[in-house]
């Protein structure tokens, strides 16, 4: 696959998923860390890499870099589906410790992975050739600082969201990206591409924000996700996360 530029470039990806959240990877260790600058895929390119009708199609792209300066193995460099920057994804973190070029980087089963979220820690589980088959991450603690999250209403514990006639309450927290948690009796029958796509975009979210549709079932949260910058994904690792927390 090759970008359209002046001088084209070859591009070696690995698609993986985890638990259905799927993910392009690049392996880019000569690139320079750093986020929202690092040109090497225009947002137009990496939109049309993730495109599931044109492109090789997936939920984001992740560009793997060395380590910045906080002491971690590698960097991770991600942009949603549309092409926009994301600050972290549990999932997507996941399938790039297990990505065949990332895993064979690794000398022991603990991968430190730098993000725009902070320092993440990945631990890996082998089969009996050595092959990576399972990945565990640590998500870090979730924030409820409206500042930090960013979130601009008053109340992070009780929030009421409304498109058209419907009214949503829940809550709001932060994994590193904004969460906006709310709870419903079913979330089946929520039109979530009218409304995931609305509530993305709520002012009170200088970020715009992830959406999760939660029901409480006995001991288990049941859960649909509206991811920002790509639309309902099959599952969501700072969402689910986000949902636990907030419930």
Same mark, same amino acid.
């Given at each position: 696959?090759?970008?359209?530029?002046?001088?084209?470039?070859?591009?070696?990806?690995?698609?993986?998923?985890?638990?259905?959240?799927?993910?392009?990877?690049?392996?880019?260790?000569?690139?320079?860390?750093?986020?929202?600058?690092?040109?090497?895929?225009?947002?137009?390119?990496?939109?049309?890499?993730?495109?599931?009708?044109?492109?090789?199609?997936?939920?984001?792209?992740?560009?793997?870099?060395?380590?910045?300066?906080? /002491?971690?193995?590698?960097?991770?460099?991600?942009?949603?589906?549309?092409?926009?920057?994301?600050?972290?994804?549990?999932?997507?973190?996941?399938?790039?410790?297990?990505?065949?070029?990332?895993?064979?980087?690794?000398? /022991?089963?603990?991968?430190?992975?730098?993000?725009?979220?902070?320092?993440?820690?990945?631990?890996?589980?082998?089969?009996?050739?050595?092959?990576?088959?399972?990945?565990?991450?640590?998500?870090?603690?979730?924030?409820?600082?409206?500042?930090?999250?960013?979130?601009?209403?008053?109340?992070?514990?009780?929030?009421?969201?409304?498109?058209?006639?419907?009214?949503?309450? /829940? /809550?709001?927290?932060?994994?590193?990206?904004?969460?906006?948690?709310?709870?419903?009796?079913?979330?089946?029958?929520?039109?979530?591409?009218?409304?995931?796509?609305?509530?993305?975009?709520?002012?009170?979210?200088?970020?715009?924000?992830?959406?999760?549709?939660?029901?409480?079932?006995?001991?288990?949260?049941?859960?649909?996700?509206?991811?920002?910058?790509?639309?309902?994904?099959?599952?969501?690792?700072?969402?689910?996360?986000?949902?636990?927390?907030?419930?």
């Amino acid at each position: 696959m090759s970008q359209k530029t002046a001088s084209s470039v070859h591009l070696r990806l690995s698609k993986l998923h985890a638990t259905g959240n799927d993910f392009l990877v690049l392996l880019d260790l000569e690139g320079a860390w750093g986020p929202r600058g690092s040109e090497l895929l225009d947002p137009w390119t990496r939109a049309a890499l993730c495109d599931r009708a044109t492109g090789v199609g997936a939920d984001g792209l992740i560009r793997v870099l060395r380590a910045g300066a906080r /002491g971690a193995d590698v960097a991770m460099e991600l942009s949603n589906a549309d092409g926009s920057w994301a600050e972290m994804s549990g999932n997507g973190i996941r399938c790039l410790a297990a990505a065949p070029e990332v895993a064979s980087l690794l000398a /022991g089963d603990v991968l430190r992975v730098d993000t725009m979220a902070g320092v993440r820690t990945v631990a890996v589980g082998r089969d009996r050739t050595g092959e990576v088959t399972s990945a565990r991450v640590d998500m870090g603690k979730a924030t409820f600082a409206p500042s930090e999250i960013p979130f601009t209403g008053e109340d992070v514990e009780k929030v009421e969201a409304l498109v058209g006639a419907a009214r949503y309450e /829940g /809550g709001v927290a932060g994994m590193g990206n904004p969460h906006l948690v709310l709870f419903v009796d079913d979330p089946g029958l929520v039109p979530i591409e009218a409304h995931g796509q609305a509530l993305e975009r709520d002012p009170r979210f200088p970020a715009r924000t992830n959406v999760e549709f939660v029901s409480v079932e006995g001991d288990e949260l049941v859960m649909r996700v509206w991811e920002r910058g790509i639309g309902e994904t099959r599952s969501c690792g700072t969402g689910a996360c986000a949902a636990a927390a907030v419930a």
